[in-house]
């Protein structure tokens, strides 16, 4: 009698590809990610800072697995020099985007409170009047008129710290540090500086916080802290990204409004049809590139089987959202706008438990934003052509820094 053994051959992994950090212009496609794609399911890539090399998924269904799975954590990102695309990295002790459950639920509950749709929907008519009042004096100046200086930065800042509870008299340096922090221009020290002032500043106010009543982010971290829910620390490290997250706004209102004023179709669909905006909207998060390469890494926790590779205990793995809604295995012609697509299960803000805290706060905002000023300003249009738009250069949220229109 023999007995038969098989020995496990996995297939030899796919070559390192260097991905170098590109100021790409307008809202072209990164050509690095769209040859990553092509090249397969799974590929492994090596970024301009840290060490090493990381898996990187770029299918939907893998993106979902990946951002689903508990044998993928992002704790363990905060012990390891991991290939990055930030020239700085220090995570605090708090930050949600570095929490694996149950911590995860327990850090995100001293906050939730300030983003549910309930908060949203009663926030929106403050915002409205807010958002009004800039309009407001950019009809008074008359065009031309740069919409990112006058409304594209002005509106989420203004809403963000009215979310957060920011006086007015602090919102503008507040707004520098967190500029500063997300771009890659100023290299590991003008960050490093201006985490120290942003987080300075944030320890101060949750402490000043810890009796307050209001229903105001740091006024819910002061009391949570006050309670004993959450550590000092715990707090400041869950608000600074929280603060941070409304320059994404910015930008990705930027690269609508950028699209529709130069696809003639596409603004006269959303003028035509002012009912209808919301699903057009949708689409554009879904097409736009909301950042350069990719965000952050997931390590693997055991040994894991996919698309035919191991991915062994300690690897690193990124996936990329924006290649994910390029998916044409899930959206037909993933390449072209369509208004009329439906469904449309982008994967914008994320997906799983790391799925964007501010996602409903964030969409309310676009939807005014793009609303108020075709309503408001008819006959919108480039004042300078395509050409004349400047677009942000080293920084991670990819956007044009002006947006000069006349009406």
């Not at 996995?10 to 790409?24: E, Q």
């Not at 327990?106 to 929106?124: E, K, Q």
């Not at 736009?288 to 997931?298: D, E, K, N, Q, W």
Request: aromatic content about 6%.
């Amino acid at each position: 009698m023999t007995q038969e053994t098989s020995t496990r051959t996995d297939p030899a992994p796919p070559p390192v590809r260097d991905w170098p950090a590109a100021d790409l212009t307008g809202t072209e496609f990164d050509p690095v990610l769209a040859e990553l794609m092509r090249e397969g399911p799974l590929t492994r890539i090596r970024l301009p800072f840290g060490e090493g090399w990381a898996w990187l998924a770029t299918r939907y269904e893998d993106v979902r697995t990946v951002t689903n799975d508990a044998r993928f954590g992002r704790a363990e990102v905060t012990r390891r020099q991991v290939t990055r695309m930030a020239p700085h990295f220090k995570p605090r002790p708090g930050s949600l985007a570095f929490a694996d459950q149950p911590e995860h639920n327990r850090l995100r509950r001293a906050v939730a409170g300030a983003f549910t749709v309930g908060a949203t929907r009663r926030l929106r008519p403050r915002a409205q009047e807010m958002l009004d009042g800039l309009v407001d004096g950019v009809l008074r100046d008359g065009p031309p008129a740069d919409l990112v200086e006058r409304v594209l930065e002005p509106f989420p800042i203004a809403v963000v710290s009215d979310v957060m509870g920011v006086p007015a008299a602090d919102r503008e340096r507040v707004h520098s540090w967190t500029r500063e922090i997300i771009s890659t221009s100023g290299g590991v020290e003008g960050a490093d500086r201006a985490k120290t002032s942003l987080y300075g500043w944030i320890t101060e106010t949750v402490r000043a916080r810890a009796d307050g009543a209001g229903e105001d982010v740091y006024t819910l971290l002061g009391r949570a802290v006050a309670r004993g829910e959450v550590a000092e620390e715990e707090a400041v490290g869950l608000a600074g990204p929280l603060q941070i997250g409304g320059e994404a706004v910015t930008h990705n209102s930027g690269q609508m409004l950028y699209l529709l004023l130069t696809r003639p179709e596409l603004m006269a669909r959303m003028r035509e049809r002012p009912g209808e905006r919301g699903p057009v909207l949708e689409e554009l998060l879904r097409w736009i590139p909301h950042r350069s390469s990719v965000g952050l890494a997931r390590i693997a926790l055991e040994d894991v089987e996919l698309r035919g590779h191991r991915i062994r205990a300690g690897d690193a793995v990124y996936v990329s959202y924006l290649a994910a809604n390029r998916d044409p295995e899930v959206f037909d012609e993933p390449d072209r706008i369509d208004p009329d697509r439906d469904p449309d299960p982008h994967l914008a803000f994320g997906n799983g438990p790391h799925h964007c805290t501010g996602a409903v706060l964030a969409r309310m905002q676009t939807e005014l934003i793009v609303g108020t000023l075709l309503d408001r300003m008819p006959g919108l249009h480039l004042a300078t052509g395509a050409d004349g738009v400047e677009w942000r250069r080293r920084t991670m949220i990819r956007g044009p820094r002006t947006l000069p229109c006349a009406w």
